[in-house]
Nanobody, 123 residues
Framework: VQLVESGGNSVQAGGSLRLSCVAS????????MAWFRQVPGKEREGVAV???????IYADSVKGRFTISQDNAKNTLYLQMNSLKPEDTAMYYC???????????????????WGQGTQVTVS
């Protein structure tokens, strides 16, 4: 499985960005897809999770502002980010893991495929 992110950029506070993650080599129909972010010196944070059953989970810090979605025909995961704040500045990574019996969680150790990251800077 290969994941390639794009869409990161520098924007002003209040602006919007849409991140994309193109996936290849997928073989299973039950999975978890997620966006994580990390700032140097801080722990990685699970931002949004999309379960293969369609359910989603968002970090409290992004609820109401970020939306995770996917286009199965294009094998692409998206993260629409609105009302961006300076504290959203981070490297954003998409990740894929196997869906477990309890579903999906925003825990990095439950994802075994990661993209290279795309930088989002909000000023």
């Amino acid at each position: 499985v290969q994941l390639v992110e794009s869409g990161g950029n520098s924007v002003q506070a209040g602006g919007s960005l849409r991140l994309s993650c193109v996936a290849s080599g997928l073989t299973y129909s039950r999975y978890c897809m997620a966006w994580f972010r990390q700032v140097p010196g801080k722990e990685r944070e699970g931002v949004a999770v999309l379960d293969s059953d369609g359910s989603t989970i968002y970090a409290d810090s992004v609820k109401g502002r970020f939306t995770i979605s996917q286009d199965n025909a294009k094998n692409t995961l998206y993260l629409q980010m609105n009302s961006l704040k300076p504290e959203d500045t981070a490297m954003y990574y998409c990740a894929r893991g196997d869906r477990r019996w309890y579903g999906c969680r925003p825990r990095g150790d439950e994802y075994n495929y990661w993209g290279q990251g795309t930088q989002v800077t909000v000023s």
